[in-house]
């Protein structure tokens, strides 16, 4: 009898526990991220496997340059749009609904043109979207850190001018991190931004209705300040909390 209970005990034990990882599970693969191939690569097959289990864990958009195109093919059911062809109110719109932007491969001209905010490559304009909306970017660094070689033969003076641009898009909230660390760095970031709490205060409130708003939709957690508020009620503004990650008003 005593044995029944105990194998009852490690059943009920094993089914509480294979529940819980289901529902981790199902909660990861509600959540929307983006991931970015806009640039050559020198080890496409390196980076192709990284994306490959950053889609066994989350809900994927591929935002994709033509060159990328015949890569994807592995990925079939996988939804991917060609950000040539795409309008960028049409991109803004895609954005929106992503907690999470993954550049799986970074080029010079990603770099630096991000750390000075020139917006004139589809993939630069993409990432500086993801900024003014507050979300996260994880960018691998493999293409563009000088290795070991490069750190002894190359001017100083260009070595210089890379570093500054790296320490400027950290500065602005970018994760620069290895490609074998990459899934584990949108993981934490991905936690990171659900626990995001964004201030409303009036001045927002004023400049919605300057612009014309009748609401503004705000993540779930953020905090609305009391001045907003009255403001918003006496402009007639509705703030809604909606949860970013899933796209919809809660």
Same mark, same amino acid.
């Given at each position: ?6 194998? !009852? ?8 526990? /294979? ?21 050559? #690569?020198?080890? @496409? ?13 989350? $809900? ?13 093919? @592995? ?22 609904? #992503? ?19 020139? $917006? ?15 979300? @996260? ?7 563009? /850190? ?12 260009? !070595? ?84 970013? #990650? ?5």
């Amino acid at each position: 009898m005593l044995v029944d209970v105990r194998t !009852q005990v490690k059943m009920l034990v094993q089914q509480a526990v /294979e529940a819980y990882l289901k529902n981790e599970l199902n909660t990861n693969k509600d959540s929307s991220i983006a991931i970015l191939l806009g640039y050559q #690569s020198l080890n @496409p097959s390196i980076v192709l496997e990284t994306v490959s289990q950053l889609l066994d864990t989350y $809900d994927v958009t591929l935002l994709l340059t033509k060159e990328w195109l015949p890569l994807q093919e @592995p990925w079939n059911g996988v939804p991917f749009v060609l950000i040539e062809e795409m309008a960028q109110q049409e991109l803004g719109a895609l954005l929106e609904k #992503s907690s999470v932007l993954v550049v799986p491969q970074a080029s010079y001209s990603l770099l630096s043109k991000l750390s000075l905010t020139i $917006d004139d490559e589809d993939p630069v304009w993409i990432a500086i979207q993801f900024q003014l909306l507050g979300k @996260p970017i994880v960018m691998a660094n493999n293409d563009v /850190e000088p290795n070991v070689y490069q750190q002894i033969h190359a001017p100083h003076s260009v !070595q210089e001018r890379l570093q500054s641009y790296i320490r400027q898009i950290q500065t602005d909230q970018v994760k620069w991190v290895p490609l074998n660390k990459l899934v584990k760095a949108v993981d934490e970031q991905y936690a990171d931004y659900r626990e995001k709490q964004s201030l409303i205060l009036a001045k927002h409130v004023e400049r919605a209705f300057q612009d014309g708003l009748k609401e503004i939709e705000v993540p779930l957690k953020s905090r609305i300040t009391p001045a907003a508020k009255d403001l918003a009620r006496d402009l007639k503004i509705q703030i809604k909390q909606i949860d970013s #990650s899933k796209g919809g008003t809660l």
